[in-house]
């Protein structure tokens, strides 16, 4: 049973460019959480979706930075026109549906994203 | 304001030795707390708290949780290098629809031989 797939796994891009980055819940798994870790920094939540829906995006910088989760495919975190600032690990985590049991998100590798 | 304060920020211990880790926390309508250990990689899910007094354990390490005095410990015995990473305290508020957890700022435990 794999876990939570994110890719890529490294991206490097030049400042202006866009970065894409991807993440496959656990089988089973409709939430979708994403995370960004700036180095020796905690976890900053960023973006919560279900299925076709965004439940919560109060970690979003407002410009620049959009996320889905389509019905088919993976979640998709989009920066556009990325500044050095951006450049951190982004991960994602998932967990199945509302339970009061399942509180607990698994997380993808993360995608380490650099900017230059 | 929803938040999670976990102390110390950082500690360096011996091989062997034992050592407490503190979340404390004030979240509207508490569901849930969980520990996660970070090496330098993706956070592990180690603990899942949901009643209070009820000691979770696996190994070495054990949790449990005050929800009078609103706050947890991560106990670890024995300590190994191997437990060297950033633990991490979240917690879930009961929020309908929204699964979102808060996150502490993790404590960066060093475990020297």
């Known amino acids: 049973n794999a876990g939570v797939m994110q890719n890529p796994r490294h991206l490097v891009r030049r400042r202006g460019q866009e970065a894409r980055l991807r993440c496959s819940p656990m089988?089973?798994?409709?939430?979708v959480y994403w995370y960004r870790q700036l180095p020796e920094e905690g976890l900053k939540f960023m973006v919560y979706l279900q299925k076709e829906n965004i439940i919560d995006e109060s970690g979003m910088p407002k410009e620049r930075f959009s996320a889905e989760f389509p019905k088919e495919g993976p979640s998709i975190l989009r920066i556009q026109q990325v500044v050095r600032g951006d450049s951190a690990a982004y991960f994602c985590?998932?967990?199945?549906?509302?339970?009061?049991?399942?509180?607990?998100?698994?997380f993808g590798p993360g995608t380490r994203l650099t900017v230059l | 304001e929803d938040k999670v304060v976990q102390s110390p920020l950082s500690l360096v211990v011996h091989e062997g030795d034992t050592v407490t880790l503190n979340c404390s926390y004030e979240v509207t309508n508490f569901r849930s707390l969980l520990w996660y250990k970070q090496e330098k990689k993706a956070p592990t899910f180690l603990f899942m708290l949901t009643s209070s007094g009820i000691e979770k354990k696996s190994g070495r390490l054990s949790s449990i949780l005050d929800k009078k005095e609103l706050f947890s410990i991560l106990n670890i015995t024995a300590t190994q290098t191997g437990d060297s990473a950033i633990y991490l305290c979240?917690?879930?508020?009961?929020?309908?629809?929204?699964?979102?957890?808060?996150w502490g700022l993790g404590t960066s435990l060093a475990v020297n031989p």
């Open positions: 089988k089973g798994h409709s939430h």
């Open positions: 979240a917690v879930a508020p009961n929020a309908g629809n929204n699964r979102k957890l808060i």
């Open positions: 985590a998932s967990s199945p549906r509302p339970n009061p049991s399942t509180d607990t998100q698994y």
